[in-house]
């Protein structure tokens, strides 16, 4: 018996069944279906690429400007550009996943001819 306020315990086949009909949109669209797993997988890159970017405009530009009290130019001219690099980076994965999605989803409830 699960514990007060848990989630009940899913039915067995669950999964199975969720796998079955992922295969079968796999199957049907596999351009897009590729189109959506790589825009995931760029979103997931560009996440981490900015924590690294941040970190080092951190390091390189935000703190030897605070320490010697003026900021070059140039340094922040690429931290502009490398911010604006990823932020691009990642709204293509946002788009590409995201229109992929829509696609197989819309391609999903379309009428077959055996129905």
Do not use: H
Not at 25 to 43: C, K, N, Q
Not at 89 to 115: D, E, F, M
């Amino acid at each position: 018996m699960p514990a007060p306020g848990s989630p009940p315990p899913v039915p067995p086949g669950v999964i199975r069944r969720g796998l079955r009909i992922l295969w079968t949109g796999v199957r049907e669209e596999p351009r897009i279906f590729a189109i959506s797993a790589t825009g995931s997988a760029l979103f997931a890159l560009t996440t981490i690429g900015q924590a690294y970017v941040f970190g080092a405009i951190t390091e390189r530009v935000i703190v030897p400007g605070i320490r010697d009290g003026n900021a070059p130019a140039a340094g922040l001219a690429l931290a502009f550009l490398a911010i604006l690099g990823m932020t691009t980076l990642k709204i293509i994965g946002i788009l590409a996943r995201r229109l992929g999605a829509g696609s197989c989803s819309t391609a999903s409830r379309r009428p077959t001819a055996s129905a």
